[in-house]
């Protein structure tokens, strides 16, 4: 079956990217940005098909990605999900800064990575979070 991910971002070929990459994991969605990730994300939840992680981009329109962390870590709250039960997050930015990256953590991300992103970096955070990776 593989890992289930979300890949939020906006730009669309950084996504395509990024899925593909992820397609050998498992399967990946992608959102255009934080308020469509919020939708699926719940509606994931409510189809009892959780993601498992979730590649998420920090600089985005309409909701950046430490808001769009913060309403995934509510709607967790909202269905008795915590701790090593929630998904798992990985911050993507080209943001590499000690603030940003503070902020990310404590939004309760589990990983964070600068771009530009490579195949290896995705497929080793994967991997570090405890994911089978070929």
């Given at each position: 079956?593989?890992?289930?991910?979300?890949?939020?971002?906006?730009?669309?070929?950084?996504?395509m990217v990024?899925?593909?990459?992820?397609?050998?994991?498992?399967?990946?969605?992608v959102?255009?940005?934080?308020?469509?990730?919020v939708?699926?994300?719940?509606?994931?939840?409510?189809?009892?098909e959780?993601?498992d992680?979730?590649?998420?981009?920090?600089?985005?329109?309409?909701?950046d990605?430490?808001?769009?962390?913060?309403?995934?870590?509510?709607?967790?709250?909202?269905?008795?999900?915590?701790?090593?039960?929630?998904?798992?997050?990985?911050?993507?930015?080209?943001?590499?800064?000690?603030?940003?990256?503070?902020?990310?953590?404590?939004?309760?991300?589990?990983?964070?990575l600068?771009?530009?992103?490579?195949?290896?970096?995705?497929?080793?955070?994967?991997?570090?979070?405890?994911?089978?990776?070929?």
């Amino acid at each position: 079956m593989g890992v289930r991910v979300l890949v939020v971002e906006d730009d669309h070929i950084s996504a395509m990217v990024i899925q593909e990459i992820l397609l050998s994991v498992g399967s990946a969605d992608v959102a255009e940005n934080g308020l469509v990730a919020v939708d699926k994300f719940r509606d994931a939840l409510e189809r009892d098909e959780p993601y498992d992680c979730i590649f998420l981009d920090i600089m985005m329109p309409k909701m950046d990605g430490h808001e769009t962390l913060e309403h995934i870590r509510g709607i967790e709250q909202e269905h008795g999900i915590w701790g090593l039960d929630a998904v798992k997050v990985v911050m993507i930015t080209a943001l590499g800064d000690f603030d940003n990256v503070k902020k990310s953590f404590r939004g309760q991300c589990d990983a964070y990575l600068v771009k530009p992103i490579r195949r290896e970096k995705i497929l080793s955070a994967v991997r570090d979070l405890g994911f089978d990776v070929p």
